[in-house]
């Protein structure tokens, strides 16, 4: 028997707010609400849409990608390999001694905001477990 799931608890379980989720839904990355109103509700279909259209956008694929990719044409492009004399900028992190945290913030496709998020979430789970809280 497959779940049924509120709006609320359906963020919750794909860690998107619910105007992202009716942003893509908006964009037909996803599918519409089963029922109208309050009475609608999603299924474990909607998380599996959801949980891809995170990923690929993670990775740093257009959601215009994320469109063609879900309608069944090519795969999004994997990330390039590096040729020699290639640069790429890559944040690196002081955490303590003997622990950097290097992040290639293009090839995570993370943006400067959730870059800084990523970061001081490490920072305060390394003072949980370092007991510097």
Not at 30 to 43: H, K, L, N, Q, S
Not at 94 to 120: C, K, S, V, W
Request: aromatic share 6%; net charge neutral; proline share 5%.
């Amino acid at each position: 028997m497959e779940s049924n799931f509120t709006l609320d608890q359906l963020c919750g379980l794909v860690d998107l707010s619910k105007r992202t989720v009716r942003y893509y839904m908006q964009l037909g990355l996803v599918d519409r609400p089963i029922g109208e109103t309050r009475a609608a509700y999603y299924t474990e279909q909607h998380t599996r849409q959801l949980l891809k259209v995170k990923e690929l956008a993670n990775s740093g694929v257009s959601l215009e990608r994320i469109r063609e990719v879900l309608a069944g044409k090519e795969p999004p492009v994997a990330p390039r390999a590096r040729q020699t004399g290639s640069i790429r900028v890559l944040s690196q992190v002081y955490i303590a001694p003997g622990i950097e945290l290097q992040i290639d913030p293009d090839l995570a496709g993370l943006t400067p905001e959730t870059l800084r998020e990523f970061i001081q979430s490490t920072l305060q789970q390394w003072e949980k477990i370092n007991g510097t809280v």
